[in-house]
Structures are given as structure tokens and as C-alpha cells.
């Protein structure tokens, strides 16, 4: 794996940063971003697959297993965005960004998509670690893994489903189900899946000291998540667009983790 490993990650790269290049394009010639995180998506998530099935080395078993989870991931959650932007205009988000940066919005664009690519190529290096394991065996690390991941999956989808169902039915801010413990469980969950693959790939032995490098995946979606293309352009189009309701939500809901919720100025939760 030592030896395949930075060709694994160079071809991963070009492949990515070609997806988010088309990506780009197609956002500043139709002047719409809602296709750019689905196809994010869903380039990490063949990437991922096919490079978990390369014969690099590792338990067949264990390559199909982490490539089906891998492929699981990608599937579900690229038809939940193609889905829920079907018919809006524009990612808010990214139309902020392109306001912010006016006439150089373009080639900012163009880097920041490109930036994501480079996330994704992390990602697609923890899935190859994850799925190349050289153990023979199954572990507990395997099934741990697993149950996490099913667990991430199966949580994303519960917290779409219900800010889905909130928004059919009214308007405001979702403080129902899982989201009354976390401001954006879809975000959470999101990074657990990625903590999951640095579960598979983890070596207490140390006879596998590449699959170390796995962790650099939910440490790089957290940074992604709480610090850049998540919570702080989310968090700002809330209140922009929600005003004192969402403050006061922030004030008793936790930003990332799930957490009970404080309790509100007249003691309720």
C-alpha cells in the first residue's frame, strides 16, 4: 500500500478536481450552484468505491464491504440533494459567497469548489486505507465500523426527513426531533460516517501504521463542517432570513453536537 498509495491519491485528486472543474462550469454558465454539492457527492463517493476495489493488497471481503458502504453513502445522500434542490434557484450559500466577492466571484469560485476537491480526495484516502486493511480476518474494528456508519447513514436521513416534514407543514426554525438537540444533526452524522472509516482503518498493532492516516478524514469534515462551507454560512442565512426566532434557538440548541437542550428565558426546553 506504501507504494500505491500517493498513485491512489494523485489519480483520486485529478479525477475529483475534474468533477468539481464540470461543477463549476455548469454553476457559472446556467448562474445556479444547487447541482455543486450533489456532484461533490457523488464524485467522492464512485471515486471512493472504486478505489476501496483496487488490488492494492487487503481482504476481498473487507474491500466490498467498506466500496458497498462507501457506495451507500454517496447514493443516499446524493439523491436527498438533488431532490431537495430540484426546484430552488440557487444554493443561499453560495449565492452569498458570490455576492461577497462581486466581480471576482468567478475564479473565487473556482478555487473554493477546487478547495472541496481537495477535501474529498481526504476522504477518498480514508475510504482506500479503510477498505485495504491487510488483517485476513474479521475484526471488532469491522463491525464497530460498520455500526457507525449505519448509524451515520440511517441519522442523516432521520434529520432530512424531518426538517423535510417541518417545512411542508409550516414555516420557521425546526426545533422538532433531532433537532432539538443539535442546531444541524445532519452535519453530525455527516462526520460520524467519515469517523467510521477511520474506525476500519485504525491499526492498534501498529502493523498498519498508513491506516493512521484515515483520521485526517473527520478531523478535515469537522474543520469543513463547523468552521468553512457549513455552520457559518448556514448560521448566517438563518439569521438573516429567521431574525430573533433563530436566536433564540441558538441561545438553548447545540451548534454541532447532539446535546439536551438548555433551557429557554421561561424555563422550558
Given at each position: 500500500?506504501g507504494?500505491?498509495?500517493?498513485?491512489?491519491?494523485?489519480g483520486?485528486a485529478?479525477?475529483?478536481?475534474l468533477?468539481?472543474a464540470?461543477?463549476?462550469?455548469?454553476?457559472?454558465t446556467?448562474?445556479?450552484?444547487r447541482?455543486v454539492?450533489?456532484?461533490?457527492t457523488a464524485?467522492?463517493?464512485?471515486?471512493?468505491?472504486l478505489?476501496?476495489l483496487?488490488?492494492f493488497?487487503?481482504?476481498?471481503?473487507?474491500?466490498l464491504?467498506v466500496?458497498?458502504?462507501a457506495?451507500?453513502?454517496?447514493?443516499?445522500?446524493?439523491l436527498h440533494?438533488?431532490?431537495?434542490n430540484k426546484?430552488?434557484?440557487?444554493?443561499?450559500?453560495?449565492?452569498?459567497?458570490?455576492?461577497a466577492?462581486g466581480?471576482d466571484?468567478?475564479?473565487?469560485?473556482?478555487?473554493f469548489?477546487?478547495?472541496?476537491?481537495?477535501?474529498?480526495?481526504?476522504?477518498?484516502?480514508?475510504?482506500?486505507?479503510?477498505?485495504h486493511?491487510?488483517?485476513?480476518?474479521?475484526?471488532l474494528?469491522?463491525?464497530?465500523?460498520?455500526?457507525?456508519l449505519?448509524l451515520?447513514?440511517g441519522?442523516e436521513?432521520?434529520a432530512?426527513?424531518?426538517?423535510?416534514?417541518f417545512r411542508?407543514?409550516g414555516?420557521?426554525?425546526c426545533?422538532?426531533?433531532?433537532?432539538?438537540w443539535?442546531?444541524?444533526p445532519?452535519?453530525?452524522f455527516?462526520w460520524?460516517g467519515?469517523?467510521?472509516?477511520?474506525?476500519?482503518?485504525?491499526?492498534?498493532?501498529?502493523?498498519?501504521?498508513?491506516?493512521?492516516?484515515?483520521v485526517?478524514?473527520?478531523?478535515?469534515?469537522?474543520?469543513?463542517?463547523?468552521?468553512?462551507?457549513?455552520?457559518p454560512p448556514?448560521?448566517a442565512?438563518?439569521?438573516?432570513?429567521?431574525?430573533?426566532?433563530?436566536r433564540?434557538?441558538q441561545?438553548?440548541?447545540?451548534?454541532?453536537?447532539?446535546w439536551?437542550?438548555?433551557?429557554?428565558?421561561?424555563?422550558?426546553e
Amino acid at each position: 500500500m506504501g507504494i500505491a498509495l500517493p498513485m491512489l491519491l494523485a489519480g483520486s485528486a485529478f479525477v475529483v478536481s475534474l468533477a468539481m472543474a464540470a461543477a463549476w462550469l455548469v454553476q457559472q454558465t446556467r448562474r445556479t450552484s444547487r447541482w455543486v454539492d450533489a456532484s461533490w457527492t457523488a464524485a467522492v463517493g464512485i471515486v471512493a468505491a472504486l478505489a476501496a476495489l483496487l488490488p492494492f493488497g487487503g481482504a476481498p471481503h473487507r474491500q466490498l464491504l467498506v466500496a458497498g458502504l462507501a457506495a451507500a453513502w454517496s447514493c443516499r445522500l446524493t439523491l436527498h440533494l438533488v431532490g431537495r434542490n430540484k426546484g430552488v434557484a440557487d444554493d443561499p450559500r453560495y449565492r452569498k459567497l458570490s455576492e461577497a466577492w462581486g466581480a471576482d466571484a468567478p475564479r473565487r469560485m473556482f478555487w473554493f469548489l477546487q478547495s472541496q476537491g481537495l477535501v474529498g480526495t481526504i476522504l477518498v484516502m480514508a475510504i482506500a486505507l479503510a477498505a485495504h486493511h491487510p488483517a485476513s480476518g474479521w475484526r471488532l474494528q469491522d463491525g464497530l465500523g460498520t455500526a457507525l456508519l449505519l448509524l451515520a447513514i440511517g441519522g442523516e436521513a432521520l434529520a432530512d426527513r424531518q426538517l423535510a416534514a417541518f417545512r411542508r407543514d409550516g414555516h420557521g426554525v425546526c426545533d422538532r426531533g433531532l433537532w432539538q438537540w443539535s442546531r444541524h444533526p445532519n452535519y453530525f452524522f455527516e462526520w460520524l460516517g467519515w469517523t467510521a472509516f477511520a474506525v476500519f482503518a485504525a491499526d492498534f498493532s501498529w502493523s498498519y501504521p498508513w491506516g493512521w492516516l484515515s483520521v485526517a478524514a473527520p478531523a478535515v469534515m469537522y474543520w469543513a463542517l463547523v468552521h468553512v462551507s457549513g455552520l457559518p454560512p448556514l448560521e448566517a442565512h438563518m439569521l438573516h432570513t429567521r431574525g430573533e426566532t433563530y436566536r433564540r434557538y441558538q441561545a438553548h440548541v447545540s451548534p454541532f453536537w447532539l446535546w439536551p437542550p438548555k433551557p429557554d428565558a421561561n424555563g422550558k426546553e
